[in-house]
T-cell receptor
Framework: AQKITQTQPGMFVQEKEAVTLDCTYD???????LFWYKQPSSGEMIFLIY??????QNATEGRYSLNFQKARKSANLVISASQLGDSAMYFC???????????????FGQGTILTVHP | NAGVTQTPKFRILKIGQSMTLQCTQD?????MYWYRQDPGMGLKLIYY???????DKGEVPNGYNVSRSTTEDFPLRLELAAPSQTSVYFC?????????????FGDGTRLSIL
């Protein structure tokens, strides 16, 4: 079974609009972390936002926020006020267990390609 | 700050050749990782290391070897290159503990095996 599922191969959004990228995960651990990375066409991996399983508040970082629904095992990324530079591949990743026991290993989803239209 | 540096950026190999992908980091991170990314796919863990002299297999280790003689360097060796190893390879590092800390990635090595 897939541990991280990103069901949207591609998404389109109009500039200045908000967009939600879906991520569901599967784990039996009580302690885990969820990360979102951006991969522009140039290929580098850029960290965006982190949500810990015990965090009570949804994570936010500038225009990025995470809609974390623990019972549904979903951690959707919300990008507000989309910009042309947001066009990229977006990956959801999970670290199972605490950082010390899992050694920080990540399992990645297959990614969602976001295209922002002017 | 250099961060995680990977060399080379691009390489074409013939089937059966071998090569070493270099990775070095200057952040004094104990944890280091090698991933591969096939076209249109997510990253898959090949090997990881929790410190000098300690390495372990990830999800897709077959056909690869690693070593970690120093904190800074974590080279990935391909022996007997096969077309199935055509991929983009990423090296990453992160500090010990601190669960919220993300992995820091190098810019990747694009490898084609013909």
């Amino acid at each position: 079974a897939q541990k991280i599922t990103q069901t949207q191969p591609g998404m389109f959004v109009q500039e200045k609009e908000a967009v939600t990228l879906d991520c569901t995960y599967d784990t039996s651990d009580q302690s885990y972390g969820l990360f979102w990375y951006k991969q522009p066409s140039s290929g580098e991996m850029i960290f965006l936002i982190y949500q810990g399983s015990y965090d009570e508040q949804n994570a936010t970082e500038g225009r990025y926020s995470l809609n974390f629904q623990k019972a549904r095992k979903s951690a959707n990324l919300v990008i507000s006020a989309s910009q042309l530079g947001d066009s990229a591949m977006y990956f959801c990743a999970m670290r199972e267990g605490r950082g010390g026991t899992s050694y920080g290993k990540l399992t990645f989803g297959q990614g969602t390609i976001l295209t922002v239209h002017p | 700050n250099a961060g995680v540096t990977q060399t080379p950026k691009f390489r074409i190999l013939k089937i059966g050749q071998s090569m070493t992908l270099q990775c070095t980091q200057d952040m004094n991170h104990n944890y280091m990782y090698w991933y591969r990314q096939d076209p249109g796919m997510g990253l898959k863990l090949i090997y990881y290391s929790v410190g000098a002299g300690i390495t372990d297999k990830g999800e897709v280790p077959n056909g690869y070897n690693v070593s970690r003689s120093t904190t800074e360097d974590f080279p990935l060796r391909l022996e007997l290159a096969a077309p199935s190893q055509t991929s983009v390879y990423f090296c990453a590092s992160r500090p010990t503990g601190l669960s919220h800390q993300p992995q820091h990635f190098g810019d990747g090595t694009r490898l084609s095996i013909l």
